[in-house]
């Protein structure tokens, strides 16, 4: 009988060689899925991740705004007869004046931000009675929350009370969590949601329905933070919600505004207008918009182009390509706030980072959200990237708070602490031992 050749020419080696293949070639595309997913995963976990997601982030978000701020108001600074970079050498100093704020707050310790924080309430607090005393306030789209400082410079109180509440009610919360006073209802919401209600108070008197709305999510953050139970939880968010659907229901303005969800007609006497127009230029930026520069909707077309509704123009002259860049960018700097606000263990710094990060989340929601017609225009600038020095100085440095945060983390310390000159070479030279004299 002829015999069968066992090295492989026909027979059952020949029959069970691909099905070997086979069963091999799964566990290898699924052990690189693994490598590739466990460097990921070591990647987040560095100790100067969070250190280098904010300082990166922070730093393109705000390049790349006053790129498009430039961009988007030059048309708008023609129309009041100023020069086409007059909005754009405001925005740039503002950038610089942040830029110093948070490189100081980078480098104050944490005892001296909590000392900051009861001078800074009562400060935003003065100047937004202020803001109400005839003659002194200055209104500006309907809305009474400004100061003249002289000449073209104003001043919005209110977005400064969002880094004074974050920074009062991190060092309430947290002195009361060292004395266990948490646990008691009275003690979670007094004196934190009266203080935060006078300042929604006296947001309202100008009629400023956005500011007040992000204002409100940090309180709830802060409650969340600090483990509010869940019953007590819904009844502020209930009492918030009703107060909320009672000032929308009582003016026609807001309830026009809420009509304009999702709308693709600007409707009878343009009620529509501009959310109307903002997803007109986003339809046409296409993959990778029209070029830098080049908005047709910036042309009288679109209200507000270089504040509100600046994320609009970037989708038209950067196209899906520059909007998906800043919501990753956005997503970068969220994750990293969260990842520092979970990652310490200071109560201080706990409350003081999902503060911060809850605000500048939540505002680019709605921001981003009223662009794409999904929420109503609630006249709130894109953090670090919208036009505006009053928004753009305390946000510079809340994030020169969240870096500050992110380097006294202990292993950022350390790590921190080898890469500075010399000390890389003085460490390694301890571990060497010392050879005998007559060695070479």
């Not at 670090?384 to 870096?403: Q, W």
Request: positive net charge; aromatic residues 8%; hydrophobic residues 50%.
């Amino acid at each position: 009988m002829p015999v069968k050749d066992r090295g492989g020419r026909g027979g059952a080696g020949t029959a069970h060689r691909p099905s070997a293949v086979r069963r091999g070639s799964t566990p290898r595309g699924s052990s690189q899925l693994r490598r590739t997913y466990e460097q990921a995963r070591s990647t987040l976990d560095r100790p100067l991740t969070a250190y280098y997601l904010l300082v990166g982030s922070a730093l393109l978000i705000t390049v790349l705004g006053l790129v498009m701020v430039y961009s988007a108001s030059m048309i708008k600074a023609l129309e009041i007869s100023e020069p086409g970079s007059f909005f754009f050498r405001k925005q740039l100093f503002a950038a610089v004046l942040g830029g110093v704020l948070a490189f100081l707050a980078t480098r104050m310790p944490v005892k001296l931000h909590r000392a900051f924080a009861y001078p800074m309430l009562a400060g935003t607090v003065f100047l937004m009675v202020l803001v109400q005393v005839p003659g002194i306030g200055r209104s500006v789209n309907g809305n009474q929350n400004w100061i003249s400082l002289g000449g073209p410079f104003m001043l919005q109180p209110s977005e400064f009370g969002k880094l004074a509440l974050i920074l009062w009610g991190a060092d309430l919360l947290a002195r009361k969590q060292d004395k266990k006073l948490l646990t008691q209802w009275k003690h979670l919401l007094v004196p934190l949601v009266p203080v935060a209600f006078m300042l929604l108070g006296l947001i309202m008197l100008g009629g400023d329905m956005g500011t007040a709305i992000i204002l409100t999510a940090i309180l709830f953050g802060l409650l969340w933070l600090a483990g509010a139970p869940t019953r007590m939880f819904a009844t502020v968010l209930g009492i918030a919600a009703t107060m909320t659907f009672l000032l929308i229901k009582t003016s026609p303005n807001r309830m026009g505004r809420l009509g304009c969800i999702g709308a693709t007609d600007p409707g009878p006497q343009d009620q529509c207008w501009q959310a109307v127009h903002g997803i007109y230029a986003l339809a046409s930026g296409g993959w990778f918009g029209s070029g830098l520069g080049a908005s047709v909707e910036k042309w009288g077309q679109l209200p507000e182009p270089h504040t509100d509704f600046i994320f609009a123009v970037t989708g038209e002259e950067l196209g899906l390509a520059g909007t998906l860049s800043v919501l990753g960018l956005f997503a970068a700097l969220g994750y990293a706030g969260i990842r520092v606000a979970g990652r310490t263990e200071d109560p201080f710094v706990r409350y003081a980072a999902g503060g911060v990060t809850t605000w500048i989340t939540v505002q680019s929601v709605i921001n981003i959200g009223a662009v794409l017609g999904l929420l109503p225009i609630a006249g709130v600038p894109l953090p670090l990237f919208s036009y505006g020095g009053s928004a753009l100085l305390p946000t510079m440095f809340a994030v020169g708070l969240l870096i500050a945060f992110a380097r006294s983390e202990p292993a950022a310390k350390t790590a921190l602490a080898l890469r500075r000159p010399g000390v890389r070479w003085k460490s390694m030279r301890r571990r060497v031992k010392k050879r005998p004299s007559g060695e070479r």
